[in-house]
Every structure is written in structure tokens, then in C-alpha cells.
């Protein structure tokens, strides 16, 4: 079988892999996305938007799809510091414009509880931001492909640092991080949600 890894940020025909993206990357967002937009409509439909637009932490743009015969199976979004930092403060600019006007109060209020959940990566850090596969693929083995790779594709960019934010409650990718030497750092919680996050983070990606 052919496989293939590669970023979507010069295909100018990126747009036709929305679907499939927004598939697994709506599941790597939660418990976050549900919260913060209060369900998973609403949810959904905000993705979606940030997906398409240039610059935005879940763009289409920031995605590495992995391959197998021309079929895709999953991908991950992976971001410099310095991108990330731009992403989210044009994510947050952009709420005012994508959410619905009912629904602007208590989504900023959220965001404003539980801001300090996400802490930003230093600029010489490769930041590995959500990861996901398609359900007949999970168990497989491609997701820690996936991964390796993602790593392959950091260091090739010069990075050495690398850094992801993990939901506590989700031990597969905490093991999948350990696996490849990062170390589980900070826990940052938000009462007001009742969320959780490890920081996660290696100095030099190991690719097993």
C-alpha cells in the first residue's frame, strides 16, 4: 500500500478534504468545543467556519493529512508558536462575527472562565495541536504513524521542541505522547467547567 504524509497549507484544492478533516477534528476539539459553544451544533458549525478561514488554529491550512492509496485516514494540526498565538487571537476576534447573537454572552463568558486552560508555546516550539483518524482505522496503528511523522515533518522545519495540550481523561493519547518520549508537565484545571489539561511536552521528538 502507498502511503503518503503531507501538509495542506499549498493545495489549492485543500477545500475538497473539509469533510473528512472536520470528522476527526471535531472529536479531537472535545470536550472543549461542546463546552465552550454549549453543544455540539453550534459546535460544529464554528469549526467549520474556522476551518476555511487563512488563519485560524483549526484552519485547513495548518493540517497534515496521512495518506494510504489516495485515500485519507486521518491527520493532525500542527502550528509554530508564533502561528498559534496569531490563530487564536484571530479566533477570538472572529467569535464576535461567527456566533450568533443569542449565544455571544455565555460563549464569552466561558472563554473568559477558562481561558488559562491553553497556555501558549514558546516560538521555538512545534506545537501539536489535535490529531485524529477515521473510525475504520482506529486500533490500527496509524494514529502513532501519524504522530511519528508529525515529528518527522517538526524537525524538518528545524524544530526540536515540541509541545501538545492533552484532555486528562484521554489516557490513549497521553500513552501515545509518552511513547515518544514527551513528559506530562503542567495540569491546569477550570472550576467553572470542570475541565482539565496536561501540558505535554519533549525536548527533542523521539520517532519510534
Not at 459546535?43 to 496521512?66: C, D, F, T
Amino acid at each position: 500500500m502507498a502511503d503518503e504524509f503531507r501538509s495542506l497549507i499549498d493545495d489549492p484544492l485543500r477545500e475538497r478534504y473539509a469533510d473528512h478533516v472536520r470528522s476527526w477534528l471535531y472529536l479531537a476539539n472535545t470536550p472543549y468545543l461542546d463546552w465552550l459553544f454549549g453543544g455540539e451544533s453550534l459546535a460544529n458549525e464554528i469549526l467549520s467556519v474556522w476551518m476555511r478561514r487563512e488563519i485560524s488554529e483549526n484552519s485547513l491550512r495548518n493540517v497534515y493529512l496521512y495518506f494510504r492509496d489516495g485515500e485519507p485516514y486521518g491527520g493532525i494540526v500542527c502550528l509554530t508558536g508564533p502561528d498559534l498565538v496569531r490563530a487564536r487571537k484571530a479566533d477570538a476576534v472572529s467569535l464576535m462575527r461567527v456566533v450568533p447573537q443569542d449565544s455571544r454572552a455565555g460563549v464569552l463568558d466561558r472563554l473568559k472562565a477558562c481561558g488559562h486552560l491553553f497556555d501558549y508555546p514558546a516560538p521555538d516550539e512545534f506545537y501539536l495541536a489535535k490529531m485524529g483518524v477515521i473510525q475504520k482505522a482506529q486500533g490500527t496503528g496509524i494514529g502513532k504513524k501519524i504522530f511519528g511523522l508529525s515529528l518527522e515533518a517538526g524537525a524538518a522545519r528545524g524544530f526540536e521542541k515540541f509541545r501538545g495540550d492533552v484532555h486528562v481523561d484521554n489516557v490513549a493519547a497521553l500513552k501515545g505522547y509518552q511513547s515518544h518520549g514527551f513528559s506530562v508537565g503542567e495540569r491546569r484545571e477550570c472550576s467553572f467547567s470542570g475541565l482539565a489539561y496536561v501540558l505535554v511536552r519533549s525536548l527533542k521528538g523521539r520517532v519510534e
